[in-house]
């Protein structure tokens, strides 16, 4: 097997250079001969220098010390698989190239951090420590640490301090809300008080270390959770991740201590709320959009953050040129004629069974979402249970359907050459088998990509993540991971494989591509659906998102069905439009209703 092992993995590279050992076994698995990666990691390192390459990334990227004669290996092709079974300086937003300029240090040599701390204003009188706020006196907005601010940056801080030091603010993705929370923070620690991140995922956590450590570097840092680093007790910043806030008090008791909730809309579930403290006697709640489909938001986040003190949303960020301007493609595939049957079946199943349950009253009253009310059903245990879970069953194989519909992978692959010409593309799939479909496919159209999903080891995660940041791949395609906080500042390309019913996941999502560019140039957003299907934006789509973003993109563009067929995939600018208008936003609205 080494021999016929050896030669596949030559022929792999030779047409995907840069590929992890991990990315070189599945290509090999699905030519059709069996390997694992120890048996690809095993011939890799056996034959290092001679045959194969490395670099130094944490989860190595391969290639070959020379090209493969024709004459010795055979090209191995691998069978198409389809898955199944005003603006300010600008510092910050922080573009490439351009970063923060930190004209205050929050310790400097020549002083002490207590004399420091003695030449600061006055502590703002804390907050009561329970989830209901107390009204406190306004406090006057400090020289910021950090600058220059954007305007709107300036605005939230003073009516965060205006607020008692205790708020929340709504701001898109890519105006500068990390930065907002690092202003505070050092703010915080030069009075002599600690301050406690919470993140929802490694990933963020890393994200925000780093930010500190090249923005605030004299500030003392720990994490808690995930890759623990230094002594909480000692330092100035504790950057936990959720699942350990919820079992630790990391405000060690000071009433002065200040709790940013990074991506706040996660904490209003039962389990995680349990990290929003009383004993934080400031905080400060940072999201793209706070939506959830329960009543958490007024029960739980509204109380513990008092009110928002800021809310800025893509029409003045774009008018302040703190994000960069986009294109807007939403782009039809069609499913196979097999793929229609079984949807139209599904489709049918389960509208024969809601109305039946709707009929007995089972659906009806109370509060909650629609989701929430079946599940309800489903585990009552009474006689209108099994239709419930059959429901539940026939819905979750319709989305599996349209989630990994061939014709999206045929779309991955002929926007193959505008992914590669990108300077960095994000694919949000639904699923880990489309996310790593997707990669496979562009892989074999010549441009280098990986997955990246929480199946993977850190390490890996971290490493493919480096590898789109520093251009070694032009692709990541993601399911979920990337939706939220992770930032590419180079991104420019963002394509999105999955419907969502959720508002909050679209912007999110586009927020990963409208980190401002060099040159004020433009960035590229990309929806692919199902035509004909719930997942055509005229069946409800992307409730909200649509409406929310047509009017403020540079161009948006409905494609047409044929264009697979009628493009030749050089550049998203010749894309066929549709022959009908793109709807106005009364029919939009009327179809998310």
Not at 132 to 140: I, K, L
Not at 152 to 159: C, D, E, Y
Not at 245 to 258: M, R, V
Not at 308 to 319: D, H, K, M, N, P
């Amino acid at each position: 097997m080494n021999e016929e092992l050896k030669g596949r993995v030559e022929d792999i590279l030779a047409r995907t250079p840069g590929s992890t050992a991990r990315e070189i076994a599945a290509s090999v698995s699905r030519s059709g001969l069996p390997a694992t990666r120890r048996d690809v990691n095993s011939l890799l390192y056996s034959d290092r220098g001679k045959t194969f390459a490395k670099d130094s990334s944490e989860k190595p990227r391969w290639t070959l010390t020379k090209t493969p004669t024709s004459s010795k290996r055979s090209k191995v092709t691998a069978p198409r698989q389809r898955v199944g079974g005003t603006s300010t300086a600008s510092v910050g937003a922080e573009p490439a190239a351009q970063p923060f300029v930190t004209t205050h240090p929050v310790v400097s040599a020549a002083t002490s951090r207590s004399e420091h701390r003695r030449a600061r204003p006055v502590d703002p009188p804390p907050v009561a420590k329970t989830r209901s706020f107390a009204t406190v006196p306004p406090v006057p907005l400090p020289q910021a640490w950090l600058t220059p601010l954007h305007e709107w940056q300036v605005r939230a801080l003073t009516n965060w301090y205006d607020n008692g030091c205790t708020g929340a603010v709504e701001a898109v993705t890519g105006t500068g809300k990390t930065h907002l929370g690092l202003e505070a923070a050092a703010q915080n620690a030069a009075r002599g008080h600690p301050t406690t991140v919470i993140v929802p995922s490694l990933e963020l956590q890393a994200q925000w270390r780093e930010r500190f450590r090249r923005y605030t570097p004299d500030l003392r840092i720990s994490t808690v959770g995930g890759d623990a680093r230094g002594n909480a007790r000692a330092a100035d910043v504790v950057i936990a991740t959720v699942h350990s806030a919820i079992k630790n008090d990391l405000s060690f008791g000071d009433p002065g201590s200040l709790l940013v909730a990074d991506e706040m809309h996660r904490y209003g579930a039962e389990k995680w709320s349990m990290a929003l403290r009383g004993d934080y006697g400031r905080r400060l709640g940072l999201t793209a959009t706070l939506e959830r489909s329960d009543d958490a938001v007024d029960d739980i986040i509204r109380p513990y953050f008092s009110r928002f003190v800021s809310t800025y949303g893509f029409e003045q960020a774009l008018r302040d040129d703190v994000v960069a301007p986009f294109n807007l493609y939403v782009v039809p595939v069609e499913l196979t004629n097999v793929e229609r049957q079984t949807y139209d079946g599904l489709c049918r199943s389960i509208s024969d069974i809601l109305r039946k349950l709707r009929a007995a009253g089972a659906l009806g009253g109370g509060d909650g979402s629609f989701a929430a009310k079946l599940r309800a059903v489903a585990g009552s245990g009474g006689p209108l249970a099994r239709q419930a879970q059959a429901a539940e069953s026939a819905i979750r194989k319709r989305r599996d359907l349209l989630c990994e519909t061939s014709g999206k992978l045929d779309a991955v692959q002929k926007l193959s050459t505008v992914v590669r010409n990108s300077d960095g593309t994000i694919v949000f799939t639904q699923s880990v088998a489309m996310a790593e479909a997707a990669a496979e496919g562009l892989r074999e159209s010549g441009t280098r990509a990986s997955a990246l999903h929480a199946g993977m080891d850190p390490s890996e995660r971290r490493s493919n993540l480096a590898a789109l940041e520093d251009g070694r791949v032009a692709a990541l395609t993601a399911p979920k991971l990337l939706d939220e906080g992770i930032d590419v500042p180079r991104v420019d390309l963002g394509v999105v494989l999955t419907a969502s019913k959720s508002r909050r996941q679209m912007i999110q999502r586009l927020g990963r591509v409208l980190r401002r560019k060099s040159g004020g140039r433009s960035v590229d957003f990309v929806i692919v659906y199902a035509h004909d299907t719930i997942e055509d934006p005229e069946a409800g789509a992307h409730e909200g998102f649509l409406d929310t973003v047509v009017d403020v993109a540079s161009t948006s563009t409905r494609v047409d069905a044929g264009w697979l067929e009628d493009w030749d995939g050089v550049r998203l600018a010749d894309l066929p439009v549709a022959p009908e208008p793109v709807p106005d936003l009364e029919e939009l609205a009327s179809a998310f209703a």
